[in-house]
């Protein structure tokens, strides 16, 4: 399946730029469309451009692979100060190979704990809820369906 290359951001022109970053697996690789502007980084600019007026860049740290374990390291390291807001589109893979909530719970906490140490005030973090398994064509009907149940214990957490 194809997905972006080259460099890992969008950008939607105009005045006094917001930067934001997303960071995660699943929707943030970009699957099924070949660049980042194609891609949920490009279809947020463009909506924060046409809500605000002002241009937009987002950067992508992404990885088909992270999990909740792998988010504090990445927000421990990246600089924060320079975006926004940071988006976070982790939890399909903790889902499918059946994390417990204690841990998923544990893993976000350290991130946040992370996190309030690392920004200022005005910063935003938006952690998307987990995307339903269901909405993956490989996992619909009996297959899907456990991971299903951990995705809505998840997002209760």
Same mark, same amino acid.
């Given at each position: 399946?194809?997905?972006?290359? /080259?460099?890992?951001?969008?950008?939607?022109?105009?005045? *006094? #730029?917001?930067? @934001?970053?997303?960071? /995660?697996?699943? &929707?943030?690789?970009?699957? /099924?469309?070949? *660049?980042?502007?194609?891609?949920?980084?490009?279809?947020?600019?463009?909506? &924060?451009?046409?809500?605000?007026?002002?241009?937009?860049?987002?950067?992508?740290?992404?990885?088909?692979?992270?999990? !909740? #374990?792998?988010?504090?390291?990445?927000? /421990?390291?990246?600089?924060?100060?320079?975006?926004?807001?940071? @988006?976070t589109?982790?939890? @399909?893979?903790?889902?499918?190979?059946?994390? !417990?909530?204690?841990?998923?719970?544990?893993?976000?906490?350290?991130?946040?704990?992370?996190?309030?140490?690392?920004?200022?005030?005005?910063?935003?973090? &938006?952690? @998307? !809820?987990?995307? *339903?398994?269901?909405t993956?064509?490989?996992?619909?009907? !009996?297959?899907g369906?456990?991971?299903? #149940?951990?995705?809505?214990?998840?997002? #209760?957490?």
């Amino acid at each position: 399946m194809p997905r972006p290359e /080259g460099a890992p951001h969008a950008v939607a022109d105009g005045p *006094s #730029a917001d930067r @934001v970053l997303i960071i /995660g697996s699943g &929707l943030a690789v970009g699957w /099924g469309v070949a *660049s980042h502007d194609l891609a949920l980084a490009g279809s947020l600019a463009r909506a &924060l451009r046409a809500m605000t007026g002002r241009g937009v860049v987002v950067d992508v740290i992404a990885d088909p692979d992270m999990t !909740s #374990a792998g988010l504090t390291p990445i927000i /421990g390291g990246a600089r924060l100060r320079d975006y926004d807001a940071v @988006v976070t589109t982790i939890g @399909v893979n903790d889902a499918l190979t059946g994390v !417990s909530p204690r841990v998923w719970k544990r893993n976000m906490a350290r991130a946040l704990d992370v996190w309030r140490n690392r920004v200022t005030q005005g910063n935003l973090l &938006l952690m @998307v !809820s987990v995307t *339903s398994i269901r909405t993956i064509p490989t996992f619909v009907g !009996s297959g899907g369906l456990l991971a299903e #149940a951990l995705v809505r214990r998840m997002n #209760a957490i």
